[in-house]
């Protein structure tokens, strides 16, 4: 059983495991009541999920990890996740309106991602692990022989003709040589393939100005201007500034379309 588990911008999601729940990633610092009021919406307890992986260690994808495993919440890491546990801790440092709490590493549970598939099994998974690289060196893809995947910020299908010679089309040929059914992404909507395996139904979006609009945030914001001044240059409001120029200083080489799936405009 999958749960597509939203409760701020980050997708996230819960799989029924033997016993427990595994939860998928994580979202930024200073959203752990709203975690804690999506929990109890589903009709379950924190205790019930058991383990937590996380796909990649940027901020939006591991900001209340510690908060969750001090309520019993396993963490576990692949090996070759290990080195990179710390990376966004001097970004929440800086960020002095988030609480956050570095992960406490005695507690994680380190696991050869050659073994992921024996101790997915273990509690109750049919699946394994993959290491993905291409939108960060740490990036790793749950996929269940169900036929589901879940790749945290690996670019979408749709970027794919984009990123031919790339480590992103090296990590999507692993990726797509297991077939899967569904792609499962952290911020676009989720991808359901047909029978020609890399095609898919989700839609792009196609408002011109928006896509323009966001693209001179992008260039404001290499600029160096102010969240005042971007605002007085381009009549955007400051949550949306906001939410542009963090999709755009946390995902290196992201596109405008990128950030758009991200900030969910569709739905704005």
Known sequence: MITEFKYAK????LIKGKDKYILFDTDWAGTFPLFCKAVKKQGIKVQDIGYLFISH??????GIAQEIADLGVQIVVMDIQRNFIHNADQIFMKEKRS?????DDSNVKLVNISDSRIFLNEIGIAGEIIHTP???DDSISLYLDEGFMF?????PLYELEARKGTQIADS???LLSYKPKAVYYGHAKAAFLDKSVGKT??????DKEVYALVKRIMKCVDKGYSAEIIQKKTGAD???????????????????QGILDRIEIKNR
């Open 201 to 206: 139904s989700l839609e792009r979006v196609s």
């Open 57 to 62: 260690f940027h901020p939006d994808h591991m």
């Open 238 to 256: 400051a949550e949306f500034i906001a939410d542009v120029a963090r999709m755009y200083l946390t995902h290196q080489n992201v596109s405008v």
């Open 10 to 13: 980050t997708n996230t999601y």
């Open 99 to 103: 609480n956050f709490i570095p992960i």
């Open 172 to 174: 999507w040929e692993i």
């Open 151 to 155: 790749v945290g910020d690996l670019n």
């Open 134 to 136: 291409g939108h960060s």
